[in-house]
């Protein structure tokens, strides 16, 4: 399985930017980076993905390292309505893999 | 947005029975794929769905689950004998090519098995 490993939970105020981590040191030169997020009693949500370079869309931002071992998911504004559990997950083959994810508390 | 529409949203079944879970993907997606969430435990891959066939399928997805796609728009998973394991949210996905474009779930069927 290609593994990620993030912190089990973050804590962020809200309006605030909040900067989520995660480390993948067994990546392979073809694993997409992606990132979901499950909002609570619902499914998993696509966030954003890369390959190598940083990548930007209306939800969020994300900064892979150079030698792609870590990428950090980045929002820029954190509202009540991101608390959720995101998943970092190296998509290998056509399977999503689903880790523990890193549960976020947004605090007014 | 297109969503992923699952149906129906909770199924209350006995043990042994039969149960299908429905779907409709979005309309230009060509892979289709089952994951489920026991409660409090993680997303778990079941199967993925392209061009009329499975093309993967985990452990967990053993010959009480069957997947198909009677008409164009309909993706449904089969459990053919129901047992108190089986109870947990069961969410469909689809996207438009290989993952790599990113997965659009439903919001789940969540499946009691009484």
């Known amino acids: 399985d290609a593994k990620t490993t993030q912190p089990n939970s973050m804590e962020s105020n809200e309006e605030e930017p909040v900067h989520l981590p995660c480390n993948h040191s067994t990546i392979s030169g073809t694993d997409y980076i992606h990132w979901y997020r499950q909002l609570p009693s619902q499914g998993p949500e696509y966030v954003i993905h890369?390959?190598?370079s940083n990548v930007n869309n209306r939800m969020a931002s994300l900064a892979i390292a150079e030698d792609r071992k870590s990428s950090t998911l980045i929002l820029h504004r954190a509202t009540l309505r991101d608390a959720a559990v995101y998943y970092c997950?190296?998509?290998?083959?056509?399977?999503?893999?689903f880790g523990g994810g890193t549960r976020l508390m947004v605090k007014p | 947005e297109p969503e992923v529409t699952q149906t129906p949203s909770h199924q209350v079944t006995q043990m042994g029975q039969e149960v299908i879970l429905r779907c409709v993907p979005i309309s230009n997606h060509l892979y289709f794929y089952w994951y489920r969430q026991i409660l409090g435990q993680k997303v778990e891959f079941l199967v993925s769905f392209y061009n009329n066939e499975i093309s993967e399928k985990s452990e967990i997805f053993d010959d009480q689950f069957s997947v198909e796609r009677p008409d164009g728009s309909n993706f449904t998973l089969k459990i053919r004998s129901t047992k108190l394991e089986d109870s947990a949210m069961y969410f469909c996905a689809s996207s438009e090519w290989t993952g790599e474009y990113g997965y659009t779930f439903g919001s789940g069927t969540r499946l009691t098995v009484v």
């Open positions: 890369g390959l190598t």
């Open positions: 997950i190296l998509l290998r083959g056509n399977m999503l893999t």
